[in-house]
């Protein structure tokens, strides 16, 4: 079964500080990525989506994610996060033979002080 | 603006009860989910539905049935309330596009349920 690895469960940075978020997968074919946001006490988000083309996808809020194909891998990144962007990420899987079918990470809960 | 609508945002039942959680869509999506989220694990996927009256279980769908009676309405059911199922219980749409129009999901806020 395919798997989303989150390698970092809770990250503490402080303001200004440069962030990335690790994802692997497992799945071996032809896949679209999502990074989703879930703010204290709101609903998820979506942040950015790769589907082809450029694997360097840029979101909102001045994130970024870089698709490695060879190490299975999308990574989140921000140059300079702020602390409105305390908040929980999950990345997300779908095979493009699965439908809509989305295999969600565990999670990478981000803390920064201001 | 588009809207998942999760019925109640916060519930508490007893042991043994029925419980049932209610999902609302206005984007008129074929698809529909239900997750629940716990802390280090993640979003694990209770069912999905593709269409009316259908239904599919995902990865952990003991303890839980689903209905979905019309397509803008998906309805996840606690046949028995255990203390184990509470959790944050997550709704979720999607269309059927792929490629670039796969969207993802469209997510409800939410519904914390605590089973005492």
């Known amino acids: 079964a395919q798997s989303v690895s989150q390698h970092n469960h809770h990250v503490i940075l402080s303001e200004a500080a440069s962030l990335e978020l690790g994802c692997n997968y497992s799945y071996g074919g032809t896949v679209n990525l999502f990074w989703y946001v879930q703010y204290p006490g709101q609903h998820l988000q979506l942040l950015l989506k790769?589907?082809?083309?450029?694997?360097l996808v840029k979101g909102i809020k001045g994130f970024e994610a870089e698709f490695i194909k060879s190490k299975f891998s999308f990574n989140l990144r921000k140059p300079s996060v702020q602390w409105s962007d305390t908040a929980e990420y999950f990345c997300?899987?779908?095979?493009?033979?699965?439908?809509?079918?989305?295999?969600f990470g565990g999670g990478t809960r981000l803390m920064v002080k201001p | 603006d588009v809207k998942v609508t999760q019925s109640s945002r916060y519930l508490v039942k007893r042991t043994g009860e029925k419980v049932f959680l209610e999902c609302v869509q206005d984007m008129d999506h074929e698809n529909m989910f239900w997750y629940r989220q716990d802390p280090g694990l993640g979003l694990r996927l209770i069912y999905f539905?593709?269409?009316?009256?259908?239904?599919e279980k995902g990865d952990i769908p003991e303890g839980y049935s689903v209905s979905r009676e019309k397509k803008e309405r998906f309805s996840l059911i606690l046949e028995s309330a255990s203390t184990n199922q509470t959790s944050m219980y997550l709704c979720?749409?999607?269309?059927?596009?792929?490629?670039?129009?796969?969207?993802?999901?469209?997510f409800g806020s939410g519904t914390r349920l605590t089973v005492v």
């Open positions: 997300a899987v779908n095979p493009i033979n699965a439908g809509n079918m989305l295999t």
């Open positions: 979720a749409s999607s269309s059927l596009g792929t490629g670039s129009d796969n969207y993802g999901y469209t």
């Open positions: 790769y589907f082809s083309g450029d694997p």
């Open positions: 539905s593709y269409d009316v009256k259908m239904k």
